[in-house]
């Protein structure tokens, strides 16, 4: 029996992850735990040549509240979007937006 299925897939947006997104980060802490960081997208950091996600916490743990969490890419276990924030070209390309002349 001879056939082609269509398996009825919608076309996805590509992901991307954007400064100012909701995000919940798991990550390497010590042999038998993850640390867990919940907070808002900063963007990418260099240090050493290490690049490191910054995270503005949300004040799950009321202490860390507005600090700034720097992760080290290669100890990112997971990271869970919660809320993105639309890309900065997006912004600038929304017609609802007073433009220039607007």
Known sequence: ?????????AKKGTIALTVGSKVRVRSASSENESLVSNGTFR??????GDSSLAIEL???VAEEKGRTR???????????????AKAEEEKRADPTSPGYFG
């Open 1 to 9: 029996m001879s056939g082609t299925t269509s398996t009825g897939t």
């Open 43 to 48: 963007g990418l950091v260099s240090i050493g």
């Open 70 to 84: 720097l992760i080290p890419l290669n100890a990112l276990l997971a990271l869970d979007v919660l809320e993105a």
């Open 58 to 60: 949300d004040g799950t």
